[in-house]
């Protein structure tokens, strides 16, 4: 294969050069491919349970052994982790402890690591934190059992009963409710749905100041999926609902550091393990002892990694956005978006130690959660097809995160991608 474009692709915005990029990740000895989850290798449902993966996507992710870890704000474990789909598709769970086919890297944010095997452990989580998070599933269900008693003209026992139970997420790390299924039966009565979010969103402040009463006051974060960036103290900011628009569907009482951008630098960390026999930051490192601003990130990866075994790091996400607001009068832009600052710092770490990493943008826009801005396509003066327009705004010229590489057609693109470049290196 030869390159399509004599410009790199870390150079590039929204390119749909996948030869190059596929060339370019199976060439490459040194490489690090860390990718979100949801919206990226599976399709997004408004049902969690309803999750499947391609087994195809599976088996290619272990071919790729040693260099690629998945970063979610999901989990392995549980009745709505992705251990269990791997599970269910494959039928055996012996069979994939056995031959390696759990999906290794960090979840929760960061805080629940996992290897190929599926041992799971929680570093730099305490007991006292864990056992406040099994509290939370269930405040979430009465909250939500108690919305629903008000609006029972609206919505019937059955549909009650089936959206609390898509809603509820019971992750031991990172429990979250999942409004998809509500905003299904509700999108037609806005501002039912809207009360609702706000609903759940007084909920998450309550849960925090009872964390602060029983000594945990630094100990939990709320974070909000997709969301509007943060605010000048670092908290993340609710995306409200809007006609047409659900806005902030997923509501996840996380750990505080359990944040995408510091399991970059634990994931690096491991990484040069590997190719090194040390830890730069240390054997015991976690993501709870990481700065909060990628600045400081930074700083930390340029003070203690090596150069010269830096790898070309890949990452690799589906949720990115940006959005013009009035705000006493004046137009704000706020970016947001699950992935943005981990894919941000990865972008940056590529710019200071010079190894031109590239940044994957998957359109998840169509799936059944319909709250992601897609990709608008069209040809240019020589018919060849090309991004015209990407997901933030378009008066949004500024954004210093640049999507490389998109992926238009969504995860089944994507997958099939994933599958030349792990056979490809195999090979």
Not at 285 to 290: D, L, N, S
Not at 352 to 363: K, L, R, S, W
Request: with cysteine; aromatic share 8%.
């Amino acid at each position: 294969m030869t390159p399509l474009s004599p410009i790199p692709l870390h150079q590039q915005s929204l390119s749909l050069d996948h030869q190059t990029l596929t060339q370019v990740l199976v060439q490459t000895p040194n490489l690090l491919i860390i990718q979100d989850l949801d919206g990226v290798c599976m399709g997004l449902v408004k049902d969690p349970l309803q999750r499947q993966i391609s087994l195809d996507y599976v088996r290619a992710a272990s071919l790729l052994d040693g260099h690629f870890y998945v970063l979610t704000n999901g989990e392995h474990i549980g009745t709505r982790g992705v251990n269990g789909i791997i599970e269910r598709a494959i039928g055996d769970p012996n069979l994939v402890a056995t031959q390696g086919l759990y999906l290794p890297g960090l979840a929760g944010g960061g805080v629940q690591w996992q290897n190929r095997q599926g041992q799971v452990y929680h570093p730099g989580v305490t007991d006292a934190e864990l056992e406040f998070l099994a509290i939370v599933p269930r405040a979430l269900r009465a909250r939500l059992q108690r919305f629903c008693q008000t609006h029972q003209d609206i919505l019937s026992p059955k549909d009650i009963e089936k959206c609390i139970d898509a809603s509820v997420l019971d992750n031991q790390a990172s429990p979250t409710a999942n409004l998809n299924s509500f905003y299904d039966r509700l999108h037609n009565h806005h501002q039912v749905y809207a009360d609702l979010q706000q609903d759940i969103h007084q909920l998450m402040m309550d849960l925090l100041e009872k964390a602060r009463a029983q000594g945990l006051e630094d100990s939990f974060f709320v974070h909000y999926a997709p969301n509007l960036g943060r605010d000048a103290q670092g908290t993340e900011i609710l995306r409200p609902a809007r006609l047409g628009d659900s806005g902030t569907t997923d509501f996840q009482f996380m750990i505080r550091g359990a944040i995408k951008e510091a399991g970059v630098l634990a994931l690096l960390n491991r990484y040069y393990f590997q190719r090194t026999g040390s830890y730069p930051l240390g054997a015991d490192f976690h993501v709870r002892q990481c700065p909060q601003a990628i600045a400081d990130l930074l700083e930390l990866v340029k003070a203690n990694f090596d150069p010269q075994q830096m790898p070309l790091i890949v990452g690799v996400g589906d949720t990115v956005n940006s959005q013009f607001q009035q705000v006493d009068g004046k137009l704000e832009i706020r970016r947001g978006g699950s992935d943005r600052n981990f894919l941000l710092l990865i972008q940056e770490i590529g710019k200071a130690f010079h190894t031109g990493n590239i940044i994957i943008y998957v359109d998840s826009s169509q799936g059944e959660v319909k709250n992601r801005q897609p990709l608008t396509l069209g040809t240019n003066e020589d018919g060849i097809l090309e991004v015209v327009a990407g997901p933030g705004d378009p008066l949004d010229t500024e954004d210093p995160l640049t999507l490389n590489v998109a992926f238009p057609q969504g995860h089944l693109q994507y997958i099939d991608f994933f599958q030349k470049v792990a056979q490809g290196r195999s090979n």
